[in-house]
């Protein structure tokens, strides 16, 4: 676990939030939390409960946390409704599944500098990776039928291979995706 950063040192960053949808992941928020610690800025976690037979009173952090009950309407449908609680309009939010754990929190208060100082810039995917450190491939193109095929039929990978490896960006450049 890695110490708090220092009160104060990031004052310059706008307002920072943290929105996350629950589908009975409620047992995985703890270690949610945990990683957020050590950000000092964090404003709010804002927790959509898609799950509200899940109670998610006994959660504790050293932020405030808000829980909103709301009926499954879709894991976007739930982003978007937290962002709603976020009154700054210069604010900016990191959007996560309620099972991430953040490796590395200091790296967050530099993400967001370099969005400050590339205001181009207006999302940032981070690497994501198991609990083995493999990487993830969290982006994806939209299915065509052979990238659909390979990813449902693993033998199909290797018929389909140009086709899967462009669904899932694996011959963009370390640089980004276009």
């Known amino acids: 676990m890695e110490k708090p950063l220092p009160p104060g040192a990031f004052q310059e960053l706008p307002p920072f939030y943290v929105v996350t ?3 009975w992941g409620g047992a995985y928020l703890k270690d949610l ?13 804002i927790i959509v409960n898609h799950s509200p037979e899940e109670r998610l009173e006994g959660l504790k952090a050293s932020f405030p946390l808000q829980v909103i009950e709301q009926r499954n ?16 309009k210069e604010a900016m939010a990191l959007l996560c599944n309620p099972d991430i754990t ?10 967001l500098r370099y969005m400050l100082t590339h205001p181009r810039v207006g ?11 493999n990487s993830l491939h969290s982006c994806r193109t939209f299915y065509t039928w052979k990238s659909l095929l ?11 291979a140009v086709e899967y490896r462009e669904h899932l960006y694996l011959a963009a450049d370390a640089g980004g995706l276009r």
């Open 73 to 88: 309407t879709g894991y976007g449908a739930g982003l978007n409704r937290g962002l709603k609680e976020i009154p700054e």
């Open 33 to 45: 939390v945990a990683s957020l610690e050590p950000l000092t800025f964090v404003q709010r976690l």
């Open 102 to 111: 953040l490796m590395t929190p200091r790296e967050v208060a530099e993400a």
């Open 123 to 133: 999302c940032l995917i981070p690497r994501s990776v198991d609990a083995e450190l």
């Open 21 to 23: 949808v629950n589908y």
């Open 150 to 160: 390979a990813s449902r039929i693993p033998f199909l990978r290797r018929v389909f």
